[in-house]
């Protein structure tokens, strides 16, 4: 059964860094692309990095690009992703997404919580 297990997440002051985990469970990462999104109270969803596990090509939304870096583990399935100069805005529920996109198939994790305050 695919399992995707975030990690990392909690409070941080203004300027501050984190590192997020998403480990990986149940299938090989191979064919998918991984995904970083977050959801702030009263606000929709939105993707901010994702990574194709084949090939390492990655991608950031604007207000992450220089800041965020999203990366792989291949020995532990595991995708991270290393959040410096935090910003309160950066505030949200993080969710790690694997997507198979021959079978449109999506899996999420149950998300951890970022918290940027002094």
């Known amino acids: 059964q695919l399992q995707l297990v975030e990690s990392g997440g909690g409070l941080v002051q203004p300027g501050g860094s984190l590192r997020l985990s998403c480990a990986a469970s149940?299938?090989?990462?191979?064919?998918?692309?991984i995904g970083w999104f977050r959801q702030a109270p009263g606000k929709e969803r939105e993707g901010v990095s994702c990574?194709?596990?084949?090939?390492?090509?990655?991608n950031y939304a604007d207000s992450v690009k220089g800041r965020f870096t999203i990366s792989r583990d291949n020995a532990k399935k595991t995708v991270y992703l290393q959040m410096n100069n935090l910003k309160p805005e950066d505030a949200a529920v993080y969710y790690c997404?694997?997507?198979?996109?021959?079978?449109?198939?999506?899996?999420w994790g149950q998300g951890t919580q970022v918290t940027v305050s002094s």
């Open positions: 990574i194709r596990y084949r090939g390492g090509r990655t």
């Open positions: 997404n694997a997507y198979l996109a021959s079978i449109s198939s999506s899996t």
């Open positions: 149940g299938f090989t990462l191979d064919d998918y692309a």
